[in-house]
Nanobody, 123 residues
Framework: VQLQASGGGLVQTGGSLRLSCAAS????????IAWFRQAPGKEREGVSC????????YYAEFAKGRFTISSDNAANTVYLHMNSLKPEDTGVYYC?????????????????WGQGTQVTVSS
């Protein structure tokens, strides 16, 4: 089982990025896939989650209206579309896989993690 996160980069305030989380070794349909982020000196925090079978989505308050999580089941990939980026969105973004009905904001609920992709938003 592997998760490969990609798509990070350096953008200016107000810019957009699309992060990808490609899964291999398992089928997304039976999992919840979440994005977490961690800024320097801060704890890892949940950004968004999608329960693939029912397509139920969850968002942190700071992500609502700006970020959209989606999936391409045929490609076994989950995306995080991030718009109107702010400097406080800077951090390493990780994707994680866990049980379908996970308490999505709790990092310890997830058994599989990708390696992280750096997002830097300049002011």
């Amino acid at each position: 089982v592997q998760l490969q996160a990609s798509g990070g980069g350096l953008v200016q305030t107000g810019g957009s990025l699309r992060l990808s989380c490609a899964a291999s070794g398992f089928t997304l349909d039976y999992y919840a896939i979440a994005w977490f982020r961690q800024a320097p000196g801060k704890e890892r925090e949940g950004v968004s989650c999608i329960a693939l079978r029912d397509r139920i989505t969850y968002y942190a308050e700071f992500a609502k209206g700006r970020f959209t999580i989606s999936s391409d089941n045929a490609a076994n990939t989950v995306y995080l579309h991030m718009n109107s980026l702010k400097p406080e969105d800077t951090g390493v973004y990780y994707c994680a896989a866990g049980p379908l009905y996970v308490n999505w904001v709790v990092a310890s609920e997830y058994g599989y993690w990708g390696q992280g992709t750096q997002v830097t938003v300049s002011s």
